[in-house]
């Protein structure tokens, strides 16, 4: 990397400042030593000041490119909302970071040191991305806390979750994720007979339970009420710094509420970035997006 993006990835470091205190979570300790060069084995190495870092992503489907020239990053800790028109590109441009679309061209970074493109899905899972779809996906014949325990267990491979027993450590961060995503009421329901904001809480849930770096939400407030919109923002308030979060929606009150940069998708690439207020005010985002 070249001095001034060096430079760069220091500010973005400060503004973005993760507050855990260093050593107790691993993003702390490595922005607290922010002059060491190279992550150990399975860290990501933000020393640049990256999380996530697109550049010149395109992808083309039967001819059609839906992601073109895209370049993108996101600073650890950093929520980043995402917005745009039908078609943009939002859903598969989180495909491309997951490895679910192989990109045609580009660069996609975790880190300044994991070239996401050489691995698989499953892989890049383990690494600690974690990935919202749209519809929950718990396991409705299940209650809460087999929900959250099931999601432990699935990050361990079939052997190991034959004699699978919650640890202390994990007792504990089942115990910070119930009351992290207002469910410690509810443990013992079953996933079925919660509401569909409950639902996209457990699944998000469910995400924390494998503790990931960087957390991807495809329209996550979609079909909830104003109250669990409400509630969804102060979660994602609460996550940001401790994980970096990149959250695709087209409801602009949620935006306002928990954004601070907005980048604007339009024709596979990024239209405007900036705060809420500036995109809103931009012509061309009024013209694409907002003016419909
Ligand atoms: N697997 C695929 N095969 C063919 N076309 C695809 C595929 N995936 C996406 N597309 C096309 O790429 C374009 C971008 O789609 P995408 O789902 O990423 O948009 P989006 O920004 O998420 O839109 P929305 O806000 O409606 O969710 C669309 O025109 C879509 O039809
Ligand atoms: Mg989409």
Request: hydrophobic share 40%; proline share 3%; aromatic share 6%.
């Amino acid at each position: 990397m070249t001095p001034d993006l060096q430079a760069e990835g220091a500010r973005r470091i400060e503004a973005h400042a993760i507050k855990a205190e260093p050593g107790k979570t691993e993003s702390g300790g490595r922005a607290a030593g922010f002059s060491r060069v190279a992550a150990a084995p399975g860290e990501v190495d933000i020393t640049h000041g990256r999380i996530l870092y697109l550049e010149d992503v395109s992808v083309s489907f039967d001819g059609f490119k839906a992601i073109n020239k895209l370049s993108l990053d996101i600073a650890p800790g950093e929520l980043r909302c995402i917005i745009g028109p039908n078609g943009a590109g939002k859903t598969t441009m989180m495909d491309i970071i997951t490895g679910k679309t192989r990109p045609d061209e580009g660069t996609v970074f975790f880190g300044s040191t994991i070239d996401l493109l050489r691995y698989k899905e499953a892989d890049i899972a383990q690494m600690g991305i974690g990935r919202k779809f749209q519809k929950p996906t718990v396991f409705e014949q299940l209650t809460v806390f087999e929900n959250l325990e099931l999601a432990l267990k699935t990050n361990k491979g079939v052997k190991s979750s034959m004699f699978f027993r919650l640890d202390s450590v994990q007792s504990d961060r089942l115990a910070e994720t119930l009351h992290t995503i207002h469910l410690a009421d509810s443990v013992a329901r079953m996933a079925g007979n919660l509401s569909h904001g409950q639902k996209q809480w457990l699944e998000i849930g469910m995400l924390l339970m494998q503790d990931p770096k960087l957390l991807l939400l495809d329209e996550p407030v979609a079909g909830m009420t104003d109250e669990e919109t409400a509630r969804t923002a102060e979660l994602f308030l609460t996550l940001k710094g401790k994980h970096s979060l990149m959250v695709v929606e087209h409801d602009m009150s949620f935006i306002r509420t928990i954004s601070e940069i907005v980048t604007v998708l339009c024709d596979g690439a990024v239209l405007a970035q900036g705060t809420l207020d500036q995109v809103q005010a931009d012509e061309r985002v009024i013209e694409v997006y907002l003016g419909r």
